[in-house]
C-alpha cells in the first residue's frame, strides 16, 4: 500500500509541474497554426539541412516551454512539414531554457551559469538536428492547408481547435504511458541527493542516469542545481543535471517515438545524454574564464498554489479524456 500511495503521489508531483507548461504549449500550438502560415514552415523547416536544423534552435530557445510543453508545438510543426531534424533540434533545444529560465538561472546560480545554458542549448540542438537528418530518411508527408472553410473560423475559435483538440489528442496516449512511467522513477529518485556523487566524469554518468529518466522542467531544476552547487559539485557537474533532466525524461520518450519514430527518439535520447557530458566537461574546462558563478537559493521559485494545480491538471484530464470519448463516437 505504501508503493501505490508513493506512486500515486509521485505521479500527481509529475502532473503538477506538467500540466501547465502542457497547456501553455497546447495554446502556443494553436496560436502557431493562426498566426505562421504552413507555407512559412515548409518554407523554413522542411528541408533537411544545416538551416532548418538552426532556424529550429534559434525559434526554441527563447520560448518558455519544458519538455512536455515543446511536444504539442513541436507536434504542430511536424505535422506541417518540418523535418526530423529541425524537430530533433526544436525538442532537444527548447526546454533546456527559456526567457524565464534565463532571468531564473542570472538570479540563481550568476551570469555565467545564465549565459552557459542557453549556449549549450543550441550547440546541442544543431548537433542533434544534423545527426538526425544525416543518420535518417524523411519520408513524411505534411498534412495539407486547412480548407478555407476553416480558415473562416474566428482565430480564437481556430487555436482552442488546433491547440487543444487536435494536439492535445495526438499526444495523449504516449503522454500517459510517460507520466506512469516517470511517477515511478520518481517515487524512488530523489534528485537532491545527487549532490553526494562528487565531481569527474564518473559523478556526469552518475548524475545524467539518475536524471534523465525524470521529469524536472528547466526552471524549477534550477533550484536543485543552485543546492548542488552549494554541496560542492563542479558547475560542469550541475549543468550535466540541467540538461539531462529537462531535456531527456520518461514522460516524453514515447510521445517522440510516435512523433519522428523510435530508432530516431533512441538516437535522441542518446545524443542528449551524451551531448550534457560533453557540455558538463567543456563547462568545467572554461568556468574559471565565465562571469560570476555563484548559487543564491532563495524562497520563491515559482511554485503554483494547490488551486492553480488542481485546476491545470483538471483541464488537462478532460482535454486528454475527450480524445477516447471522440474515438468512441
Given at each position: 500500500?505504501?508503493?501505490?500511495?508513493?506512486?500515486?503521489?509521485?505521479?500527481?508531483?509529475?502532473?503538477?509541474?506538467?500540466?501547465?507548461?502542457?497547456?501553455?504549449?497546447?495554446?502556443?500550438?494553436?496560436?502557431?497554426?493562426?498566426?505562421?502560415?504552413?507555407?512559412?514552415?515548409?518554407?523554413?523547416?522542411?528541408?533537411?539541412?544545416?538551416?532548418?536544423?538552426?532556424?529550429?534552435?534559434?525559434?526554441?530557445?527563447?520560448?518558455?516551454?519544458?519538455?512536455?510543453?515543446?511536444?504539442?508545438?513541436?507536434t504542430w510543426i511536424?505535422?506541417?512539414?518540418?523535418?526530423?531534424?529541425?524537430?530533433?533540434?526544436?525538442?532537444?533545444?527548447?526546454?533546456?531554457?527559456?526567457?524565464?529560465?534565463?532571468?531564473?538561472?542570472?538570479?540563481?546560480?550568476?551570469?555565467?551559469?545564465?549565459?552557459?545554458?542557453?549556449?549549450?542549448?543550441f550547440v546541442s540542438?544543431?548537433?542533434?538536428?544534423?545527426?538526425?537528418?544525416?543518420?535518417?530518411?524523411?519520408?513524411?508527408?505534411?498534412?495539407?492547408?486547412?480548407?478555407?472553410?476553416?480558415?473562416?473560423?474566428?482565430?480564437?475559435?481556430?487555436?482552442?481547435?488546433?491547440?487543444?483538440?487536435?494536439?492535445?489528442?495526438?499526444?495523449?496516449?504516449?503522454?500517459?504511458?510517460?507520466?506512469?512511467?516517470?511517477?515511478?522513477?520518481?517515487?524512488?529518485?530523489?534528485?537532491?541527493?545527487?549532490?553526494?556523487?562528487?565531481?569527474?566524469?564518473?559523478?556526469?554518468?552518475?548524475?545524467?542516469?539518475?536524471?534523465?529518466?525524470?521529469?524536472?522542467?528547466?526552471?524549477?531544476?534550477?533550484?536543485?542545481?543552485?543546492?548542488?552547487?552549494?554541496?560542492?559539485?563542479?558547475?560542469?557537474?550541475?549543468?550535466?543535471?540541467?540538461?539531462?533532466?529537462?531535456?531527456?525524461?520518461?514522460?516524453?520518450?514515447?510521445?517522440i517515438s510516435k512523433?519522428?519514430?523510435?530508432?530516431?527518439?533512441?538516437?535522441?535520447?542518446?545524443?542528449?545524454?551524451?551531448?550534457?557530458?560533453?557540455?558538463?566537461?567543456?563547462?568545467?574546462?572554461?568556468?574559471?574564464?565565465?562571469?560570476?558563478?555563484?548559487?543564491?537559493?532563495?524562497?520563491?521559485?515559482?511554485?503554483?498554489?494547490?488551486?492553480?494545480?488542481?485546476?491545470?491538471?483538471?483541464?488537462?484530464?478532460?482535454?486528454?479524456?475527450?480524445?477516447?470519448?471522440?474515438?468512441?463516437?
Open positions: 500500500m505504501t508503493f501505490l500511495t508513493e506512486l500515486l503521489s509521485a505521479c500527481w508531483h509529475t502532473l503538477q509541474m506538467m500540466a501547465p507548461f502542457l497547456l501553455l504549449g497546447f495554446f502556443l500550438s494553436g496560436v502557431l497554426s493562426v498566426i505562421m502560415p504552413v507555407a512559412l514552415v515548409k518554407q523554413h523547416l522542411a528541408k533537411p539541412g544545416k538551416a532548418s536544423v538552426i532556424k529550429s534552435a534559434l525559434l526554441g530557445i527563447p520560448l518558455p516551454l519544458c519538455s512536455c510543453g515543446v511536444l504539442p508545438v513541436a511536424r505535422r506541417h512539414g518540418a523535418s526530423k531534424g529541425a524537430v530533433g533540434s526544436f525538442l532537444l533545444a527548447t526546454p533546456q531554457t527559456g526567457v524565464d529560465g534565463f532571468l531564473v538561472a542570472l538570479g540563481l546560480l550568476g551570469l555565467g551559469f545564465a549565459v552557459y545554458i542557453p549556449f549549450a542549448a540542438g544543431v548537433c542533434l538536428g544534423l545527426l538526425l537528418d544525416k543518420v535518417f530518411t524523411d519520408e513524411h508527408q505534411p498534412e495539407p492547408p486547412e480548407a478555407s472553410p476553416g480558415k473562416s473560423k474566428p482565430w480564437p475559435l481556430r487555436i482552442v481547435e488546433h491547440g487543444f483538440v487536435t494536439i492535445a489528442g495526438d499526444i495523449a496516449v504516449p503522454l500517459l504511458i510517460g507520466i506512469l512511467f516517470a511517477g515511478t522513477l520518481s517515487a524512488f529518485v530523489d534528485p537532491q541527493s545527487l549532490s553526494e556523487l562528487g565531481d569527474g566524469l564518473v559523478a556526469k554518468l552518475l548524475v545524467v542516469a539518475a536524471a534523465a529518466p525524470l521529469y524536472v522542467c528547466a526552471t524549477a531544476s534550477l533550484p536543485i542545481g543552485a543546492s548542488m552547487l552549494v554541496a560542492g559539485l563542479s558547475p560542469g557537474t550541475v549543468f550535466v543535471f540541467l540538461m539531462a533532466g529537462p531535456a531527456t525524461n520518461a514522460a516524453t520518450f514515447t510521445t512523433l519522428i519514430g523510435r530508432k530516431e527518439a533512441i538516437l535522441y535520447l542518446s545524443c542528449a545524454v551524451l551531448l550534457a557530458i560533453g557540455m558538463g566537461m567543456l563547462m568545467d574546462v572554461i568556468a574559471p574564464y565565465l562571469p560570476e558563478i555563484e548559487s543564491q537559493l532563495g524562497d520563491d521559485h515559482h511554485h503554483m498554489s494547490v488551486w492553480h494545480s488542481i485546476a491545470a491538471i483538471t483541464l488537462l484530464v478532460v482535454l486528454i479524456g475527450g480524445k477516447f470519448l471522440r474515438e468512441r463516437d
